[in-house]
């Protein structure tokens, strides 16, 4: 009996290896994305006591130098703001290219696997197939040894 043997495996293994690195960058893009989500929420939150503490000294009454320095460092936080929202978006579409390339690569070892398997059921078809005809050889030639030897009885 002869073991199966894929003609492809070479080109399936590599397709395995490339498809752990592209998890591996995919994972990485996201981690990048999920530390400037991060950074983003920070600055949000910084902006939202920004204006809770400008709303207190309104009621306070503010000296005018105060309200300029704080107006400025609201517009600070909010160019801040709209960068990281821009850098966000980067990483997105990042995390969504990593995320498309591996679906590729994933589809195209997925064939393979699916070749791999076809040819192995054929494979094991015709082993048994063969096997099988042996057999029937082996049930001919015992019939007809029978057959002789009864032929052959005095």
Known sequence: M???RFRLQRVLDAKES???QRQR???QAQKALFTEEKK???LNRLLKEHIDQQR???SKAMSAGDMVIANRWHKQLNSR?????KEVKLCEEEVAKRREILLEVSRDKKVLERLKGKQETEH???EN???QNMIDDIGAKIRQNRANSEGNAP
């Open 2 to 4: 002869k073991r199966f």
């Open 18 to 20: 490339e498809e752990r």
């Open 25 to 27: 960058e995919l994972g």
């Open 40 to 42: 983003l929420s920070g």
């Open 56 to 58: 207190e000294g309104v």
């Open 81 to 85: 703001i709209r960068q990281k929202e």
């Open 124 to 126: 094991q078809r015709l």
């Open 129 to 131: 197939y063969e096997q």
